[in-house]
C-alpha cells in the first residue's frame, strides 16, 4: 500500500508529540533525475497588445531578511545573486551548454598552449550612472578578490591558479603579475595551467566587472559595509537600484545606458515575501513572476487561472554534510580529522545516510518534485553526471546492520546505541528554517535516525534561520555534527571551489590525496580530452559516495509561478528571456477568478 501525503503528514505530526516509531510501506521509488520530459513548460507567450513601460513584480520566497551584498566579488548566497541579476555585471554571455561565447559585453580568446587568455571589451558600454566601462573594471575584481585583507570565500583553489595570485594575497607583491593590460579595452591573463573550465568560466577567470570610479578607492576590508555595495550599486544590466529597503525589497528603474538597448519596463519591485503567504498574493493577484517558489506549495496554487507555471530541472542538488574537521582560516586550508570527531566513522555516517527515507518525503510532500539524488553532479550535465551510482537508497535495516557490526549497540538499554567505546552518543543537526513543512521534513528524519537507534537533536535546539544558519556551518560551530545543506551548482559543473583543500566552502572539511587530486586533474590540460575529463568526473563522484562525508539528497525542479500579465517569458537554458525585453498586458497583474 502507498503511504498518502496526509498518512505521511499525520505520522510526522504524531511524531512531533510522541517521537514514535513509523511503519513504512515496503515499496520504494529508484533513485532517479528529475525528467528531461518535464510535466511543466518552459516558456509562455501571451495573446494581445502590450501596455508601454509599468513595473514587474516580483516576490522572492524567503522567511527571513535578505543579507543585500550587491557586490558578485563579496556575497555569499543565491538570494542576493537573485537580486544582482537584475542589474547584473556579467561580462560573458553562454550558450545552451553553459559555454562562454563572444556575444556578451565581452570576449574571450583561450591560447592554451601557452595557459593564457585574452579579454577584449566592447567599446561603447556604459555604467547605469553613465560612466564608460574601462578595462581597469575587469582588472580591479580581481585585486579585491586577492587582497590580504578579502573578507569574502571566493579566493580559493581556482583562484590560486592564476601567476601572482598567491604572492599579491601573502603581500609579497602590489599587483598580480599574471594580469596585464594590453590597450584600453584588452587584458592578458596568465594561468600555471588551462583546462576545459576555462570556457565555463572556471580555472580563476573572473567574468564580473566592478565599477573602479565609484569603488576602487574604497579600501577592501571596508568594502562590505559601503554604500556602494550595501546602499547605491553601480551596474551593467537592463535595470539599476533605485532604491532598497535592507532586507525587504529592492526597487529598479531601467538602465538608459543598457549596452543592448533601452528595456521596454519601466522597472521592477522585488520584494521578499513569507512562504506562508505566497500562495495567496499569488491568486491575488499581487506579483508577475515567483522566485525560490516551493515544490510544497504547488496544491495551493494548481487551480488558480490567473498564472502560467513554468518549471525546468535546477542547477541544484542538496546534501547531507557531515563535520569531519576545521577549516584554518590562517593558512586558508581544510585540516581534515577523522580520528577525532564525532562523524569521523565512515559506517556512522553511511548508516545515517540509508536510515533516511528522502524517497517518501521527494514524493508525497515535494509532490514528486523532487527525487533522491545519488551524485554531487546534476544530471543535467549529462557528460559528467554518473548515472550508475546507486546512492543511500532508504534501507533502514541495512542502517542497523552497518552499526551493529561498527559497535554501535544500545549498552544501557534506553532505546538509544552508544558508540563503540560505550559511551553516549548524541549527535547535533543544523537544519535551516522554511516554510512549515521544513520542520515537518525535519522532525520525519530525525524519526528515522531514531527508528535505527541513533539519538539526533537539532542544534540550538531548534531549526536557524538561514544567514545564522551558513554562519554557523562556516565557522565550524560545536554545536553542529551535522547539517543538511544546498548548492545552486551555476553553469561550471567543476568540484573546484567547493570540495578542494582550500575551499572555504568545503563545509564537511573532508580532504585526501585522492580527492584533491582527481579535483586538480578534472581542471587539467589533460581535461582537454573529454572522455579523459568524464572518466575523472566518475572518480570524484565513486569517492565522495564511498567516504559518505557528503552525502547527496535531492535534485528538484525549479518552478516560476508567471502571472499571465507578463506578454513572454522563458527559463530555458537554451533561449531565456532578455530582461530588457520583457513586456506586460495590463497596469496591474492579473486576479485568479477560480479558488484554489
Not at 520504494?28 to 501571451?46: C, D, G, K, L, Q
Not at 500562495?279 to 516551493?294: E, L, M, P, W
Not at 577549516?327 to 586550508?333: A, F, R, S
Amino acid at each position: 500500500m502507498k503511504i498518502t501525503r496526509w498518512m505521511l503528514l499525520a505520522t510526522i505530526i504524531f511524531t512531533l508529540f510522541i517521537l514514535t516509531a513509523f511503519s513504512k510501506s515496503e515499496k520504494r521509488i529508484e533513485t532517479a533525475a528529475p525528467s528531461s520530459n518535464s510535466p511543466f513548460a518552459m516558456a509562455v507567450t501571451n495573446e494581445g497588445k502590450p501596455i508601454d513601460g509599468g513595473v514587474l513584480r516580483v516576490a522572492m520566497v524567503k522567511d527571513e531578511p535578505f543579507q543585500g551584498i550587491f557586490s558578485w566579488e563579496l556575497y555569499e548566497d543565491g538570494y542576493d545573486a537573485d537580486l544582482m541579476s537584475w542589474a547584473s555585471n556579467s561580462l560573458f554571455e553562454t550558450d545552451e551548454n553553459f559555454m562562454i561565447t563572444n556575444e556578451g559585453i565581452a570576449s574571450l580568446y583561450v591560447d592554451q598552449k601557452n595557459n593564457k587568455v585574452t579579454v577584449t571589451i566592447r567599446e561603447g558600454v556604459k555604467w547605469s550612472d553613465g560612466q564608460p566601462l574601462k578595462i581597469e573594471d575587469v582588472i580591479l575584481p580581481y585585486h579585491i578578490i586577492g587582497h590580504k585583507d578579502y573578507p569574502g570565500v571566493r579566493y580559493n583553489s581556482e583562484f590560486q591558479n592564476i601567476i601572482g595570485a598567491k604572492e599579491y594575497h601573502e603581500g609579497k607583491a602590489k599587483t598580480i603579475s599574471g594580469i596585464r593590460k594590453v590597450d584600453d579595452f584588452t587584458i592578458e591573463i596568465s594561468f600555471k595551467q588551462l583546462s576545459p573550465s576555462i570556457f565555463y568560466g572556471g580555472d580563476g577567470l573572473w567574468t564580473y566587472a566592478a565599477p573602479s570610479h565609484q569603488i576602487g578607492n574604497i579600501p577592501v576590508d571596508q568594502l562590505l559595509q559601503s554604500d556602494a555595495v550595501r546602499k547605491n550599486p553601480v551596474t551593467l544590466g537592463a535595470f539599476k537600484v533605485e532604491k532598497i529597503v535592507p532586507g525587504e525589497s529592492v526597487q529598479y528603474v531601467k538602465n538608459e545606458h543598457y549596452w543592448k538597448g533601452e528595456p521596454k519596463l519601466d522597472g521592477v519591485l522585488v520584494k521578499v515575501v513569507p512562504s506562508s503567504s505566497v500562495s495567496v498574493a499569488i491568486g491575488t493577484g499581487k506579483y508577475d513572476i515567483i522566485q525560490h517558489f516551493n515544490a510544497t506549495k504547488m496544491p495551493e496554487i494548481e487551480g488558480y487561472d490567473n498564472i502560467t507555471i513554468l518549471g525546468r530541472p535546477e542547477l541544484f542538488y542538496s546534501y547531507l554534510g557531515f563535520k569531519v574537521g576545521k577549516y584554518d582560516y590562517q593558512k586558508n586550508t581544510v585540516v581534515t580529522d577523522l580520528d577525532g570527531s564525532k562523524m569521523g566513522d565512515v559506517n556512522l555516517r553511511k548508516a545515517m545516510a540509508y536510515a533516511l527515507d528522502i524517497e517518501q518525503v521527494s514524493e508525497v510532500l515535494y509532490n514528486g518534485l523532487r527525487v533522491r539524488a545519488n551524485s554531487l553532479i546534476p544530471p543535467v550535465f549529462e557528460s559528467f553526471y554518473d548515472k550508475s551510482l546507486k546512492g543511500y537508497v532508504y534501507d533502514p535495516e541495512k542502517a542497523k546492520e552497518i552499526l551493529d557490526k561498527a559497535g554501535y549497540k544500545d549498552v544501557d538499554g534506553d532505546g538509544f546505541r552508544e558508540d563503540p567505546k560505550g559511551k553516549k552518543l548524541e549527535i547535533k543537526l543544523a537544519s535551516m528554517s522554511g516554510d512549515s513543512v521544513q520542520e515537518e521534513i525535519t522532525a520525519y528524519y530525525l524519526q528515522n535516525w531514531r527508528d535505527v537507534g541513533l539519538n539526533v537533536t537539532l542544534s540550538t535546539g531548534r531549526l536557524i534561520e538561514f544567514n545564522s544558519f551558513y554562519d554557523m556551518v562556516k565557522a565550524d560551530h560545536p554545536e553542529i555534527d551535522v547539517f543538511m545543506g544546498a548548492w545552486g551548482t551555476g553553469t561550471n559543473p567543476s568540484p573546484s571551489g567547493l570540495y578542494g583543500a582550500s575551499d572555504q566552502y568545503n563545509f564537511s572539511r573532508y580532504t585526501s590525496d585522492l580527492l584533491e587530486k582527481t579535483i586538480q586533474n578534472i581542471d587539467s590540460p589533460s581535461a582537454f580530452d573529454k572522455y579523459y575529463r568524464a572518466n575523472q568526473f566518475k572518480i570524484f563522484q565513486k569517492h565522495i559516495e564511498e567516504v559518505a562525508t557528503t552525502v547527496p539528497m535531492q535534485f528538484r525542479y525549479e518552478i516560476y509561478p508567471i502571472n499571465k500579465r507578463v506578454k513572454n517569458y522563458s527559463i530555458d537554458y537554451k533561449n531565456p528571456t532578455e530582461l530588457h525585453e520583457i513586456e506586460l498586458m495590463a497596469k496591474e497583474p492579473f486576479k485568479s477568478k477560480k479558488k484554489k
